[in-house]
């Protein structure tokens, strides 16, 4: 699938303007605060309803504007699709081919994109956190119903979180968490058990990337750290009861610090190069490498799911990479258009890309450049 067509109106620094893109490389080169982010932006948005860089919608309404609208043809097989977003001080109108979508999640999947930023190349070095939501998002892209199941999740252990801090302010009584816990672990064990699944697809992939990208160099490993013992449990039934017991057991401590301490919310994933442990003992480049390896594999994994390769957005990275990392990408990625944004075009990019588009992008105006 591809991005043929957008057209952005009020849409952060664009007053309205509109551009055809190229089905493999989209260059977008331009000085800092020129709005090449925020061109990455609307292609996210359209994919996801949301931005990656904000919650607040409103942020992203031109500056004394009162609504922004955002359209974007994607091509994908004999059937094109146009996807229509328009935002106001009322809300959000989604509409597919023309037509009003009831359910703001039934965006997902019509323009599947990967983005790779900097906040991207701190996967492997950062917090869990970071990791967890890496794979929740490829989870979503994958399986949409996985946005209920995660949300659930979090609305429950809010509760559940607010519940234990009265308990132990107020003294209220301890079975009260009961119906919480319960559920927690519902909602729990359907996370676990598609965490599960997707890390064993990812280290698979990405292990393959990872050699390609460092020319059979380097092993990437990555492991699912769950907080249940998984081994070869394929049993929603049971990672329940693992969950349910150890909620029980936890408790007491939990009510004590007034925050739940166990479940996949403290989740993990291990990755190592060469069999040590890349987050404490990668260098840098390592780091980053295998945390582009990951990033691209997606693309593999969303094909293999979908049978469509997502368009990649690479927002800022190109000039964090080494050169042979930079030649690899400019190679390798054929069938899957790309963005890329960058302050110039470098050597190795205009020695070796072949097929593509170059824009120059200058205060919320966007160009085509010839090299
Ligand atoms: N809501 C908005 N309305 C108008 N301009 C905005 C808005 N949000 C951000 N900008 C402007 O967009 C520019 C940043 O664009 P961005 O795409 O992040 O830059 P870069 O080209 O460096 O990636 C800044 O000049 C900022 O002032
Ligand atoms: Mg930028």
Known sequence: MYLDFIKMVNFRNYRQHQVYFHPAFNFLVGNNAQGKTNLIEAIYYLAVGKSHRTK??????????????????????????????????????????????????????????????????????????????FIDEEIIQIKPSYFYILSNY????????????????????????????????????????????????????????????????EELGIKYS???????????????EQLLT???????????FGTSSFGPHREDLEISINGIDARKFGSQGQQRTAALSMKLSELELVKG???????????????ELDPLRQTYLVENLQNVQVFVTC?????????????????????????????
Request: hydrophobic share 35%.
């Open 226 to 240: 769950s907080c249940i013992e998984i081994g070869d449990c394929q049993d929603l039934k049971e990672m329940e």
């Open 154 to 217: 979090n609305k429950i252990l809010t509760q559940r979180n607010a519940l234990l801090k009265e308990i132990g302010l107020r003294n209220r009584k301890k079975d009260t968490l009961d119906v919480w816990d319960k559920q927690l672990a519902q909602y729990g064990a359907k996370m676990i058990f598609h965490r599960n699944a997707f890390t064993k697809k990812l280290s698979i992939l990405s292990r393959l990337m990872h050699r390609k990208i460092t020319s059979g160099g």
């Open 343 to 371: 302050t110039a075009l470098s050597g190795i990019i205009k020695k070796r890309f072949t097929e593509g588009k170059v824009f120059g992008v200058d205060s919320g105006i966007i160009t085509v450049v010839d090299i």
């Open 305 to 319: 799911e979908t049978g469509e390769y997502p368009v990649l957005l690479l927002d800022d990275v190109m000039s």
């Open 246 to 256: 150890n909620l029980k057991n936890k408790r007491d401590d939990d009510i004590k």
């Open 56 to 133: 607040t919608d409103r942020e992203l309404i031109r500056w004394n504007s009162d609504f922004f609208y955002v359209r974007g043809d994607v091509k994908v097989g004999d059937s094109p699709k146009s996807i229509e977003i328009g935002v106001n001080k009322n809300g959000k109108i989604i509409r597919i081919n023309g037509i009003e979508l009831k359910k703001k999640e039934e965006l997902l999947g019509n323009l599947s994109v990967v983005l790779f930023s900097p906040e991207e190349l701190k996967l492997v070095k950062e917090g869990p956190s970071y990791r967890r939501k």
